[in-house]
């Protein structure tokens, strides 16, 4: 038997076997098979699961959101870093001119207006409403400074903004926690 005698007897025995799988007197539904389905789905999801985040982080932004992560990501860096390097840093938050900055305890006068001039400025869309403290009070002129103590803890504080679709945000800085508390909508201390 050559091999092309065994591809004939391989092709008559498989029909022979598809013959008796159909049963006399039905008919052949066209359609797509259980598993055909799965598997189209199953690809589907797939792509979904890849292309919904790109589409969110790629169309979706915005200012607030931009703000909103350089706030949550500065804050614990501060902390970190001022118990790495055993030095006091400062968070400026300037209600005046929207803008926030950094200093530390050791930095010359000139190093300080240069850090002021270079920080981090809001977009015109978002405004720094206040910043409040639970012993201090509301600052909502001015200038409030947030420490960052060389213990790797800060002050409690509160800041709060607003954007253009009136939209609050209120950013809990808890001083033991490293993260910071985000609530979209405007929190207050109690009392």
Do not use: C
């Not at 050559?2 to 066209?30: C, H, W």
């Amino acid at each position: 038997m050559n091999v092309d005698e065994s591809i004939k007897l391989f092709k008559g025995s498989f029909n022979v076997a598809y013959q008796y799988t159909i049963m006399p007197g039905l008919k052949r539904i066209k359609g797509f098979t259980l598993i055909e389905l799965i598997v189209v789905i199953a690809l589907l999801s797939i792509m979904l699961f890849f292309a919904i985040p790109q589409f969110q982080s790629n169309v979706l932004t915005d200012s607030t959101k931009k703000v909103t992560q350089w706030i949550l990501l500065k804050i614990p860096y501060l902390k970190e870093k001022a118990a790495r390097e055993q030095m006091r840093y400062i968070l400026h938050v300037d209600l005046e001119s929207n803008r926030l900055w950094i200093t530390h305890e050791s930095m010359p006068q000139e190093a300080i207006q240069s850090s002021e001039q270079d920080g981090y400025k809001l977009p015109d869309d978002i405004k720094l409403m206040d910043v409040e403290y639970p012993d201090q009070g509301k600052i909502s002129a001015g200038q409030a400074d947030i420490y960052f103590n060389e213990k790797g803890y800060s002050d409690k504080a509160i800041i709060h903004l607003e954007n253009d679709d009136n939209e609050r945000f209120s950013f809990l800085i808890e001083p033991f926690l490293g993260q910071v508390l985000l609530y979209n909508r405007y929190v207050e201390f109690e009392g």
